[in-house]
């Protein structure tokens, strides 16, 4: 399938996670992308060494997830669209490069296909990495923007969004998907990119050879008294800024819920299918589903009636809970059920947790 | 009267953070020197990682982008491979270039990309304070060698002889800075490996012998003198490939 | 006939421009220079200046110009 015809661009293709995080990133302006094997998310690498020259594209296999991190630092700070994949492991390496990113004000675009762990782990998903995702793996007062698609569409569609707002923010910006969604395949619409991201953003701060300017300097190290704190205070405001605007979630029969199930990714598949069957029972169940894990949709969270219990489901030993609980109110209405190691919440463990918080 | 010696045009005329007698300095001079005689101060970009010449875009009037330790060979790769048309360089240290960052070290030269290295050999770790590195002399006393560096801990890595091997790389030659002539054959090498990346002949480092007084624990004069007579025994000069 | 001139506020008084000069016409200077470095000077012998440049040339802070 050539990619980038124009006639395919909205007909339905069956397509992995994988592969349409890959096709989406392409079109979205992708045009460097540096990996290093490592399963479940190989197919996303392979993809790209396939259609990444369809773009006139640069594709690199790096000797390592480190080398990887650095090589989209250089191409990113040339001015062009540069992103790297990984899971799990391989994303703890890329950590000190991710903070590099921030402190040099660089965007780029990060893929987490999260598997089992901590250590070797196994290949199945989870979602044990939100914490190192969304309060910044690396050193140093940072944040990326992280979002958590839930479908092959929504993997596809968020690639537009990812690098537009790395463009716009400067900062480095992470998709967490998971072993599940990268494996799984799905119908996918491959439009273009929505008029809200399609704006080009110019990078007067490239590095490009200083013809006719004075040179560009990008750095993160600054020993002057008073400098650092100055270049934090300014990424603070722009992470301010980022949170007042970009909070992004999907929520569902929550106006009379007597129950919220938080979750996300594709863990909220499995929640919305308990909940639209508890509900076709009368029983008053709603879901949220954060699509930004940063900045964290707080505006899901506050509403009038303080009598909601919120039960949140992931596949972990709770992390995303505790954003939950800084969010709400009353953290005493905040449940959690969670496993891990590769292993899933099921239909029956998340139905009956609801019904025992209904009584 | 004619100036026949002065400032690179590439080189601010601001006073360096260097120690008095380091050899960073004269490389500085010397990098300047040459994309001036090459006209390329509006195409060339430098990767400076980590070490005691991270601040070199202070000094350079071209544009410049640090890296982390170890990984300024796979910044440049990003940006050359996305900008064939400029001339992208590294300026490593011996820590950076052939400790941690040795796999960076192999692989790009292993690609063959097309990219010209500056790598300072000074047998210890500057900036953070004289330890051992990859290139310290047996019986070398750093601060981490406290006794002098002992078989255990490694002997002198000949890292430009290693790359030698790799078909990918054009061109290595490694100098010094010892003395006025040394300089100036140093100057000449730091031409050629620019000139290779300028002909797209593939990847060409420069390994240069470079004094560090403060952490030889000796006068500049005398740190020169220590090239001469042990490190460039331990690393010999010459056109390596 | 030429000219060396040493921009003393940038010499860190390393002297290895001292041991080059084949005319020794360099010598350590008495005073500070605004950093606190002991800075070189130039002397006037019977010798003068060849423009050979070595001391430029081995000048870790290029603070040495010469002119002929």
Not at chain 1, 279 to 296: A, D, E
Not at chain 2, 113 to 122: A, D, G, R, V, Y
Not at chain 2, 141 to 150: E, I, S, V, W, Y
Not at chain 3, 20 to 33: A, S, T, Y
Request: with cysteine; net charge positive; aromatic share 8%.
């Amino acid at each position: 399938m050539k990619s980038n015809n124009k006639e395919n661009c909205f007909r339905k293709v069956l397509m992995t996670g994988n592969d349409a995080i890959a096709e989406g990133a392409l079109r979205a302006g992708c045009r460097f992308y540096a990996g290093y094997p490592i399963t479940p998310q190989n197919e996303l690498t392979s993809y790209m060494a396939i259609h990444m020259p369809e773009y006139q594209g640069v594709f690199i296999q790096a000797e390592s997830e480190l080398a990887a991190i650095n090589m989209v630092f250089g191409a990113s700070a040339a001015g062009f669209r540069a992103m790297t994949s990984s899971s799990s492991p391989g994303i703890s390496l890329k950590q000190e490069g991710i903070s590099y990113l921030a402190g040099c004000e660089l965007p780029a675009v990060i893929v987490n296909i999260m598997r089992g762990g901590p250590g070797l782990g196994n290949i199945a998903p989870a979602q044990s990495d939100y914490f190192q995702a969304t309060k910044g793996g690396g050193h140093g007062d940072y944040h990326s923007i992280v979002f958590a698609p839930s479908s092959v569409q929504e993997a596809y569609n968020l690639m537009f969004a990812a690098f537009y707002l790395a463009d716009k923010f400067r900062t480095p910006v992470m998709i967490l998907g998971d072993g599940m969604l990268g494996q799984m395949m799905e119908p996918v619409v491959l439009h273009s990119a929505p008029l809200e991201f399609s704006e080009n953003i110019d990078k007067p701060w490239a590095l490009t050879g200083c013809k006719d300017r004075n040179p560009n300097v990008i750095r993160s190290l600054y020993l002057k008294e008073g400098a650092l704190e100055a270049l934090n205070e300014r990424l603070q405001k722009r992470y301010q800024m980022i949170e007042k605007t970009q909070q992004r979630f999907e929520e569902d029969f929550v106006n009379d819920a007597q129950v919220i199930v938080v979750s996300y990714g594709a863990m909220a598949r499995i929640v919305k299918s308990v909940v639209k069957k508890l509900r076709q029972r009368k029983l008053k169940v709603g879901y949220i589903r954060p699509i930004t894990l940063w900045p964290f949709p707080v505006k899901a969270f506050n509403r009038k009636k303080t009598t909601v219990k919120y039960l949140v489901v992931e596949m972990s030993y709770g992390q995303m809970v505790e954003d939950v609980c800084l969010s709400v109110p009353d953290k005493k209405k905040v449940y959690f059920l969670g496993r891990a190691g590769g292993a899933i919440p099921d239909t029956g463990q998340i139905t009956r947790k609801i019904y025992k918080l209904l009584r | 009267m004619k100036k026949i010696y002065s400032r690179p045009q590439s080189l601010y005329d601001v006073v360096t953070h260097y120690c008095p007698g380091c050899g960073h300095g004269i490389v500085h001079k010397l990098v300047a020197q040459v994309v001036d005689e090459l006209q390329i101060r509006e195409k060339v970009i430098a990767v400076a990682p980590v070490g005691c010449a991270v601040l070199a875009y202070d000094y350079w009037n071209f544009d410049c982008t640090e890296a982390a330790h170890g990984r300024a060979l796979a910044v440049a790769t990003g940006i050359k491979r996305m900008r064939p048309e400029t001339v992208v360089f590294t300026y490593q240290g011996d820590g950076d270039l052939a400790a941690i960052g040795t796999n960076e070290t192999i692989h790009t030269a292993n690609r063959g990309e097309n990219l010209t290295t500056i790598f300072i050999n000074n047998a210890v770790y500057g900036m953070t304070g004289g330890q051992m590195a990859p290139t310290t002399l047996l019986g070398q006393k750093t601060t981490t060698t406290p006794h002098g560096r002992k078989e255990q801990e490694g002997r002198p890595l000949k890292i430009s002889e290693l790359l030698a091997q790799l078909e990918g790389v054009y061109y290595v030659e490694r100098v010094s800075l010892h003395t006025p002539q040394q300089v100036i054959n140093a100057q000449k090498a730091i031409k050629q490996a620019f000139q290779n990346q300028i002909e797209e002949k593939g990847f060409s480092l420069v390994e240069i012998l470079s004094p560090c007084p403060t952490y030889w624990n000796c006068s500049a004069q005398e740190a020169m003198d220590w090239i001469a007579e042990f490190m460039v025994k331990e690393f010999p000069l010459g056109r390596i490939k | 006939m030429a000219k060396m001139r040493i921009n003393q506020q940038k010499c860190k008084g390393c002297l290895l421009c001292i041991n080059v000069c084949p005319q020794k016409l360099i010598e350590k200077d008495d005073k500070i220079n605004n950093k606190g470095y002991t800075p070189v000077k130039s002397i006037y012998t019977k010798q003068n200046c060849s423009g050979c440049c070595l001391c430029a040339i081995i000048c870790p802070e290029c603070c040495i110009e010469i002119e002929r």
